[in-house]
């Protein structure tokens, strides 16, 4: 099993920044590809961003494409989602995920195994 924690949320206004944070423990090992979802108040939950393992490979959904970037702390078994120029339609609460096998492009989008208790962001203007 993996348990992940996610911090970094909080109320900023629109066009500034905000840093999330997702500490994983346990059989880290198993979590080759790690990420973000996001829900939005009446809306269905949405893929973020994930990155691989090792940190090579990295995919986006549109919607966030050259504002987010995610990364990760590969000794620290942490990673993280910046985001910048944020807007009202980025408020939602975060949940930072996990899941056992590697993915490339739109395969990264489904299929998590682990998630966490996710955090609130909100945006306003």
């Known amino acids: 099993q993996v348990q992940l924690v996610e911090s970094g949320g909080g109320l900023v206004q629109a066009g500034e920044s905000l840093r999330l944070s997702c500490a994983a423990s346990?059989?880290?090992?198993?979590?080759?590809?790690q990420g973000w979802f996001r829900q939005a108040p009446g809306k269905e939950r949405e893929f973020v961003a994930a990155i691989s393992y090792s940190g090579g490979n990295t995919h986006y959904a549109d919607s966030v494409k050259g504002r987010f970037t995610i990364s990760r702390d590969y000794f620290e078994n942490t990673w993280y989602l910046q985001m910048n120029s944020l807007k009202l339609e980025d408020t939602a609460v975060y949940y930072c995920?996990?899941?056992?096998?590697?993915?490339?492009?739109?395969?990264?989008?489904?299929?998590?195994?682990?998630w966490g208790q996710g955090t609130q962001v909100t945006v306003s203007s």
């Open positions: 995920v996990a899941k056992r096998e590697l993915c490339s492009g739109y395969g990264c989008r489904t299929g998590y195994d682990y």
């Open positions: 346990g059989r880290t090992s198993s979590s080759a590809t």
